[in-house]
């Protein structure tokens, strides 16, 4: 079975054509209930779930800082009916401020607007009696090691692993994990400070820079601790759902294009991925047994993995939007809505009449992403308004001007400075495309 939409038991086990889901948007269109949905500090693809509950017409409760680091985008404000201006770092103020919120005016569902906001959602919801994510589960979603804990116990293959706090540990932990070896912190996202080392010494550079960090994001500052794991080799992917009511659901799995190594830099993503049906059927059962090992019973997931001599691999796996705009690609090329899909179902809507089912635009989709080549700095990118005339450029957003400083070290997402979302006839095409991108496009000047 190709990717695609399925629905959870709640509704139906088996998979709804696209006609009979445009007979039924149809036919209920706008007869959907108006729910308050609170979004916690939303960022980046979490966007998606202010833009959703507007189009259907719901109220948006949006809690943000409101200052330094956590500042909502200007689209996300003029779509929200609400800022409820708090400390979203602070949990006491947090909870606080919506509980006093939904007593005034009830709110159906509560959702992170990012990596680091799946605590506050999953506390939120509980104090609330919404459907959630179980608190008690957070930690093995959120913390690389307690993840790690977690899979092993449930009797699935994954690396070596163990956790560092200080360099004289880094001997012992290479011992254990072996080498080349990965070393990154145990509660970062978006590759910050992940790197392969392949010697003790490089292990303790990379763990020296995770405590000289001084950067924040979101206004929190990295741990000192560090998860040291087995390196494996292999092609990266990620297979990306939603939990309903204990229902696993992976409706997609996507090919992840890195940078060169010692960095993990992602440089694109193709959905879905080109894969033959038996090693796609294989990584979506091992994604499945994840999502259950670390207990997500409902909402969004993120599992990242790799092909290992044929077999999946964990590399980590999160309870939120997938980022890098997969969830567009996504409803591209299987037309299902994930952020329509989870506030449908944390709200109790019916997910058709909510809009989480649309017409596919693709046979697949995908996006590159360009950097300046470590120059820190450019000057202009040649070729890049020949490129947004072809029919299969969605989007090319550039996401740093010229001439502004860039990271030198190409280590993570913030280096990347334009971004090429795209069409394609097959996942091989996809592929193709993403590499004329990287062909016609020239980073020019220094």
Known sequence: ????????????????????????????????????????????????????????????????????????????????????????????????????????????????????????????????????????????????????????????????????????EIDAACAHVGLPAVVKPVDSGGSVHVSRVDTPDEARAALAAIHAEEGFEFDRALTSDAIVEQYVPGTEYSADGYVCDGD????????????????????????????????????????????KAVRITTGPFHCELRLSDGRPVLMEVAARLPGDKITELMEMATGLALPGRVLADLTGSDPVRSGAHKETVAKAAGIRFLTAGGTGSYARLEGWEELSAEPWVVANPVLIAPGAPIKTTEADYSCRIAAVVFTADSPEEAHERWTEIGERVRVIGA
């Open 1 to 168: 079975m190709n990717d695609g939409v399925f629905r959870c038991a709640e509704t139906s086990s088996r998979l709804l054509s696209m006609r009979t889901i445009t007979e039924l948007r149809a036919r209920f269109r706008g007869s959907s209930v108006s729910k308050r949905v609170l979004v916690v500090q939303p960022a980046f693809s979490a966007n998606a779930y202010v833009a959703h509950a507007h189009s259907l017409g719901w109220e948006i409760l949006v809690a943000s800082h409101e200052s330094e680091g956590r500042i909502v985008a200007d689209a996300v404000r003029s779509l929200a009916t609400e800022i409820l201006t708090v400390d979203t770092n602070d949990n006491a103020a947090l909870q606080a401020a919506v509980a006093a919120a939904h007593q005034q005016n009830p709110i159906h569902a509560v959702v992170a607007g990012g990596e680091y906001y799946v605590p506050a959602a999953a506390l939120l919801s509980a104090r609330l009696g919404l459907s959630g994510l179980d608190p008690a589960a957070v930690d093995l979603v959120r913390h690389k090691a307690k993840m790690r804990e977690a899979v092993a116990a449930s009797g699935l293959e994954q690396p070596k692993f163990t956790v560092v706090r200080e360099a004289a």
């Open 248 to 291: 696993v659901v992976v409706v997609a799995v996507t090919r992840k294009l890195l940078g060169p190594e010692p960095r993990f830099l992602e440089l694109g993503h193709l959905t879905p991925a080109p894969l033959d049906e038996p090693t796609r059927s294989a990584l979506v059962a091992y994604a499945t047994d994840v999502v």
